[in-house]
């Protein structure tokens, strides 16, 4: 098969992960795209590193049944307790969210005061403030959990006064420590930028790592010599463990746009 032809694998926990895909869609629309997303399993914000790792490498065996040329891990959950693991068990190219979303923040960052916010499991790996530090550890690093944005923003209420109000219990104590760099650090939370910035004022700067995990696969691919030549139609297709009505209906507020056929599977 011709590399440049060989789709781009993206997995994430469910149905968030599409964030990812709107950006690779965006930046490198040549690019084919087999996504999975283990909407039986979701949510793996609330379990453990062994099971999080578990159902990773299961993931990344789907995908590579496409001959995938490098898989993205949408899911900072995912990204934050099982990239070693999967990288010390497949030859692919394997890149995760954490990496980009902490050196965007190092660059943004003028006070060197960074929130970070996520999924339990996301904050409890202290993966985000570890990469910072990797890269300039004289900045502090302000984490937070926020378990119920992900279903605030599944429901589709991204705006309204129930959402300003858990916004404003979970980033209060972030504003009071005068941070002036949020990182998003879950694949839900860019639909929710607007109540974010009504919280915590127009001038703290959000990350969002999709756009910067985006980045990162071009410089992979090109590093390989896989980019696509666009001389191919893209194709999109989309797998899901569950079934697919609930991910067609919202998926497009993910995405940008409508979901085209959603295909259920098991992941083993
Ligand atoms: N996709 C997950 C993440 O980015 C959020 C949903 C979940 O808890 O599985 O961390």
């Known amino acids: 098969m011709n590399g ?16 990812v895909v709107k950006a690779l869609v965006e930046e490198l629309p040549s690019e084919s795209i087999v996504y999975f997303g283990d909407t039986a399993r ?4 609330t379990k453990s590193k062994s099971t999080i790792v578990k159902f990773s490498l299961e993931n990344v065996e789907f995908l590579l049944r496409f001959g995938v040329k490098c898989i993205v891990i949408a899911c900072n959950t995912s990204s934050s307790w099982a990239l070693p693991t999967l990288r010390k068990y497949f030859k692919v190219p394997i890149i995760g ?9 190092v660059r ?21 403030e570890t990469a910072i530090h990797r890269v ?7 984490s937070q959990h926020c378990p119920l944005f992900v279903p605030l923003v599944e429901e589709g209420w991204l705006n309204g006064s ?15 420590e005068r941070i002036d760099t949020l990182i998003l650090g879950c694949t839900h939370y860019p639909l929710i930028s607007s109540t974010i910035h009504k919280v915590l004022g127009p001038e703290v700067v959000l990350v969002d790592s999709a756009q910067q995990t985006v980045t990162e696969v071009r410089g992979v691919l090109m590093g390989t010599d896989a980019l696509s030549n666009g001389n191919t139609r893209p194709r999109y297709r989309f797998f899901v463990t569950d079934e697919p009505s609930h991910f067609n209906r919202i998926g497009h507020r993910f995405l940008g746009q409508v979901v085209g056929s959603v295909e259920r599977v098991n992941p083993v």
């Open 97 to 105: 969210v954490i990496r980009p979303g902490a050196l965007a923040a």
């Open 108 to 128: 943004a960052t003028r006070n060197k005061r960074v929130g970070v916010i996520g999924t339990t499991a996301t904050i409890r790996s202290g993966a985000y």
């Open 162 to 176: 129930v959402c300003l109000e858990v916004a404003e219990r979970y980033l209060h104590p972030l504003k009071r």
């Open 4 to 19: 440049t032809r060989q789709p781009i694998g993206v997995f994430d926990s469910g149905i968030g992960g599409l964030t």
């Open 136 to 142: 300039d550890p004289r900045i502090k690093v302000f």
């Open 42 to 45: 979701v949510p793996y914000g």
